[in-house]
């Protein structure tokens, strides 16, 4: 039940763009993305639900399609602050959210 | 407070003794949740609690484990005799409604046990 994440580690120069995937085996309510920074508290970023618009927030955005059941989170033009694990929670209509391993992002200048 | 606090920030224990972690959600949020972050993993649910209600134990890995919100908003999650496996960041989050809610994390609790 808990979503796959891909790639598990990214390392970029600042400037770059990247991709991180994540795919669930069943069908999904709702997805979220959080980042989170060693030692810190997992931060929103932003959550995608069934039949809705493309999200984004500053220059991170994500898709969801429902058919395949996978979402993937877009950063574009990478900043120093990107740093960090992100994560996508996947909701089944059961409230609570399941979480991926997470993919660490490492921004290089 | 603007967020949600946990604490201790810290806390060792000997193998066999008994915590409670407390969680202090944002002021308002209907929803509360625990879970479990073990080293280089992502959290792992435990409980959720709508109001003082409690809907969701599933994800509590024994009966060792017990959490309460007994007025609908300050969360304990009690661990009795703690053991090595327990060690692990326990993360509170609070969110405003029951449904495609944000959640807001408090910085957690790192819990070793000796």
């Known amino acids: 039940q808990q979503p796959v994440q891909s790639p598990q580690a990214v390392i970029l120069r600042e400037g770059e763009d990247a991709v991180i995937n994540c795919s669930s085996s069943?069908?999904?309510?709702?997805v979220h993305w959080y980042r989170q920074k060693h030692g810190e508290a997992p931060v929103f970023l932003m959550i995608?639900?069934?039949?809705?618009e493309q999200m984004r927030h500053e220059k991170i955005s994500a898709s969801f399609n429902e058919k395949k059941q996978q979402s993937s989170l877009y950063l574009t033009a990478s900043q120093l602050s990107y740093s960090g694990t992100y994560f996508c929670g996947t909701e089944y209509g059961a409230q609570k959210l399941v979480f991926g391993q997470g993919t660490r992002l490492t921004i290089n200048p | 407070g603007a967020g949600v606090s946990q604490s201790p920030r810290y806390k060792v224990a000997k193998r066999g003794q008994d915590v409670a972690l407390r969680c202090d959600p944002i002021?308002?949020?209907?929803?509360l949740f625990w879970y479990q972050q073990a080293l280089g993993q992502g959290p792992e649910f435990l409980t959720y609690?709508?109001?003082?209600?409690?809907?969701?134990k599933s994800g509590l890995p024994s009966d060792r484990f017990f959490a309460e919100r007994p007025e609908g908003s300050v969360s304990t999650l009690k661990i009795q005799r703690t053991q090595q496996e327990d060690s692990a960041v326990y993360l509170c989050a609070s969110s405003l409604t029951e449904y495609n809610s944000p959640l807001h994390f408090g910085n957690g609790t790192r819990l070793t046990v000796t």
């Open positions: 609690f709508q109001n003082e209600a409690q809907l969701d």
């Open positions: 002021s308002g949020h209907v929803s």
């Open positions: 069943k069908a999904l309510y709702s």
């Open positions: 995608l639900l069934k039949g809705g």
